[in-house]
């Protein structure tokens, strides 16, 4: 008698101790996530424009291959991927994927499956300029899309790509079907989005909110009952809604914000895994930065790294190079090419021909050294450009911030109509090629630079699968270029999503937002 | 009246024309193009020359101006305001998508300011230079001056934030009840019609104290009238010619849309639309924004006119 109420009393506190740390981590199924946005655009994946257009997408929509929380490709659609050669990539699709039904194009119970040629023909319709899609010139490498059976689709490219995963799983490029594009109009799908994504479209209001509903056959089970993206286009309001209450995550927050919010208890904080690239770039025809000892004299003449820790404090890692960390060619041993050394800037320049005039500024032959830096109106980029213009003034430089509007600053670099300026931001595997290969000159090439041997690095590099090797070509290139001083490198930008405590296994935006996913699958609770 | 009415129509063909061709010029003369920025604004994608000259040709903007602003006209007179390069979508559709919510803000924000301005203008008038004159006069200052997205922020730090008695922001849908559609309408519509009240009761004040000085009024009350009659049958409405030529003018700006109480409130209406466009060099989606601002601005103008006929059976037309 003793020992069975012994045993059962064990037994009790045992099942009650299991219970108790069961409940505690047991996600909980249902609720309504809010996310704010600054904007949604459209919900036609192919035309979208937005990281904000992506979060929504990739909730509608499924890509072949998604990003995993390490940033390499996880499975998605495709449950795996091989490259039987360096030009043939075979992906294997998932089965028993259903397009949403209940809507016009598929009645309920009604949908059919994913297959290949919904593939095809969704990488076909970016590929056609009538589309109007931007990421046309992202899959140009594609000769031919091939479907080898329901479940298996070949996609063969014109030179080896080692970068065509990237692309691949943009929610910009996400798999639609045909019937439905074709039914609705282009217009129409753009509003009627129909995927086979975890959740589906209940509802889309432009500039104002879509609201989205569990997809119950979705191979993955979303703990979600809905979710829904409200547009907030001002940051702060965004933050404002979040503290509030209003909205659970906040896919954009203000670096001012971000050091008042990690004193918050009810609020997470994640940061991006990757940093954006945010540099000075020189225009090389334009005299005098057209010669190699005034760039290098004036990179030399700003204390960059205090510049940088003042300005953003933890938000932001100093850049050496334009290749960010976590990706392939990152090189942090080019930070011996930026030392900051005021009175060797002053040499340099002297060695120029550059010498204080009567009213203590630098000239030559009577003209003054004017440096007139461009950038587009945002608050971190004028403040870190004003404190570098500030030490150059010191020096005797007549260096001036020029704050543009985003059309006309843009539409300046392109036309090279500039001297020194805040570069393009172009981040990925491929930046480097974009804004120093000689072909992107007038497009993505602002600073109009051409050096034979920093191109033939860049096309090989760019058809080099293997990535050990391309990771010794990339960090060359990208040597040659910072001692070319083409740049000043200035930071990393890390970006911040900022969530309610009670959002649980919420991974922030890389490329799509993963909700659900082979890693993940968001529950709130209570 | 009728054939009044049908001439100033008429007139508005050529004054429509003429602005859109201003706004065709102009946003042909600022340095952008709408391509280069949506591709550039992209941090996924590298904008290659061919890509960008693909797209251009795509959407026409490789032709001539001239060109460009035949094919424009050709299609405004088939209804047609082309198609945005953001989003697809016909330009149409987009602002008649948001006008709702436009009308919607613009109506409450002229309701709250009337009901303000007018009694407030009034008393000011009656009782000039008393306390409430004063008071109503530095009040208006303040109305006047403040910038509304900082009256908003407040609004919105006090009611939401602390007190939590209001949605921060977004608007109210009817399928959630008429208190949905006014708890979001509130902030925001006080915040615009605040502005124009203190503009209003101004107005109102002096055009009431040059009514109250003429003859017709001492006559009234000669003849032995109540005053409140005096002041609200026989004064108000002599002066409410200037107050409604105001509130006219107002309502039209109105409807163009605030953009920053639209931004602020993340309200989904036209004046959003409108400046996201300008940035992007959006030509079709700004040149459809502007046509329709122009539109209301005139209709408008009309209505106030035919009001005045009616408030004051001396003025006609025809």
């Known amino acids: 008698m003793h020992r069975r109420r012994l045993v059962g009393l064990v037994v009790a506190v045992m099942v009650a101790l299991i219970a108790g740390t069961g409940l505690a981590a047991a996600p909980r199924e249902g609720g309504t996530l809010q996310i704010a946005v600054k904007s949604v655009g459209t919900l036609d994946p192919h035309l979208s424009a937005s990281d904000f257009d992506f979060a929504v997408l990739s909730q509608i929509f499924d890509t072949l291959v998604a990003t995993g929380k390490d940033s390499q490709p996880i499975p998605r659609l495709a449950t795996r ?53 931007p990421y046309l010139g992202a899959l140009s490498n594609i000769d031919r899309v091939e479907v080898i059976d329901d479940f298996t689709v070949k996609i063969v490219t014109k030179s080896p790509d080692p970068f065509l995963l990237d692309p691949i799983r943009l929610a910009g490029i996400a798999i639609v079907p045909q019937e439905a594009v074709e039914q609705l109009g282009s217009a129409g799908f753009a509003r009627e989005a129909i995927g086979s994504g975890p959740f589906k479209l209940v509802r889309f209001v432009p500039d104002d909110q879509v609201v989205l509903e569990r997809n119950e056959n979705y191979w993955k089970k979303p703990l979600l009952d809905r979710v829904v993206f409200k547009v907030i286009p001002d940051d702060i309001v965004a933050v404002m809604a979040l503290e509030a209450g209003d909205v659970h995550v906040s896919l954009s927050v203000p670096p001012n914000e971000v050091d008042r919010l990690r004193g918050d208890k009810r609020i997470s904080l994640y940061r991006s895994a990757q940093g954006w690239y945010r540099g000075l770039g020189f225009n090389v025809q334009t005299p005098p930065f057209d010669e190699l000892k005034v760039r290098k004299a004036l990179a030399m003449s700003a204390d960059i790294d205090s510049a940088v820790t003042n300005v953003f404090g933890e938000n932001a890692q100093r850049a050496y190079g334009q290749v960010g960390p976590g990706l392939i060619g990152y090189d942090p041993s080019l930070k011996e090419l930026w030392p900051y050394d005021p009175q060797g800037a002053l040499a340099l320049l002297a060695e120029a021909g550059f010498t204080p005039g009567p009213d203590g500024m630098l000239q030559r032959d009577g003209q003054k050294l004017t440096v007139e830096i461009k950038t587009m109106n945002e608050p971190a980029r004028i403040r870190i450009v004003t404190i570098i213009v500030t030490q150059m003034r010191e020096l005797g430089i007549d260096a001036s911030l020029a704050i543009q509007e985003v059309g006309t600053w843009s539409a ?79 930071y990393f930008e890390f970006g911040y999503t900022a969530a309610d405590a009670r959002v649980n296994d919420f991974i922030p935006q890389q490329w799509n937002l993963n909700l659900v996913s082979e890693e993940n699958n968001v529950w709130l609770s209570r | 009246m009728g054939r009044y009415i049908a001439r100033r129509l008429l007139a508005m063909i050529p004054l429509l024309l003429g602005i859109s061709f201003i706004v065709f010029s102009l946003l042909n003369i600022l340095p952008g193009d709408p391509v280069s920025i949506m591709l550039s604004s992209n941090p996924h994608i590298t904008p290659d020359a061919e890509t960008i000259a693909q797209l251009r040709a795509q959407y026409g903007l490789d032709k001539p101006l001239m060109t460009q602003y035949m094919i424009f006209l050709r299609n405004l007179f088939k209804g047609d305001l082309g198609t945005s390069v953001y989003t697809q979508q016909p330009v149409v559709t987009a602002i008649a998508e ?43 200052l303040i109305g006047i001056s403040m910038p509304s997205f900082w009256l908003g922020l407040l609004l919105m730090l006090v009611f939401s934030l602390k007190l939590r008695w209001l949605p921060l922001s977004g608007m109210g849908y009817f399928y959630n009840g008429l208190g949905d559609v006014l708890r979001h309408l509130v902030m925001p519509a006080t915040t615009l019609g605040f502005g124009m009240a203190a503009l209003l009761a101004r107005v109102t004040r002096s055009s009431m104290l040059e009514v109250l000085g003429q003859d017709f009024i001492r006559t009234a009350r000669a003849k032995g009238l109540h005053e409140k009659m005096v002041v609200y049958r026989h004064a108000l409405r002599n002066a409410f010619i200037p107050i409604l030529t105001v509130s006219g003018m107002q309502f039209g700006y109105l409807l163009g849309g605030s953009v920053i109480i639209e931004t602020i409130f993340s309200w989904p209406g036209i004046g959003r639309l409108a400046v996201n466009a300008i940035m992007n060099r959006d030509l079709a989606v700004v040149q459809g924004t502007v046509l329709v601002f122009t539109l209301l601005f005139i209709l408008i103008n009309l209505v106030v006119d035919i009001l005045y006929a009616a408030i004051d059976p001396r003025i006609q037309y025809d």
């Open chain 1, 81 to 133: 991927w091989e490259n039987p050669d360096d030009l043939t990539w075979v992906f294997y699709l998932r089965e028993g994927v259903y397009w949403h039904d209940g809507n016009a194009v598929f009645p309920k119970g009604q949908s059919r499956q994913v297959v290949a040629d919904d593939v095809k023909y969704s990488l076909e319709r970016v590929l056609n300029p009538e589309t109007r899609s």
């Open chain 1, 412 to 490: 300046d670099l392109q036309n090279g109509n500039t001297g020194l300026f805040m570069d393009f931001a172009y981040s990925g595997a491929t930046g480097l090629h974009a804004m120093f290969h000689s072909d992107n000159i007038g497009a993505s090439n602002a600073h109009f630079y051409g050096n034979p041997k920093v191109d033939e690095l860049l096309s090989q590099g760019s058809v080099t699968v293997d990535p050990a090797a391309r990771e010794v070509i990339w960090k060359e290139a990208q040597r040659l270029v910072m001692e070319d001083v083409v740049v000043i490198p200035l």
């Open chain 2, 98 to 140: 948001r006008m709702p919510a436009t009308i919607q803000l613009a109506l409450a924000a002229l309701i709250i300011s009337t009901a303000i301005a007018i009694p407030l203008g009034v008393i000011s008038a009656v009782r000039h230079y008393s306390w409430v004159d004063h008071l109503c006069l530095v009040g208006s």
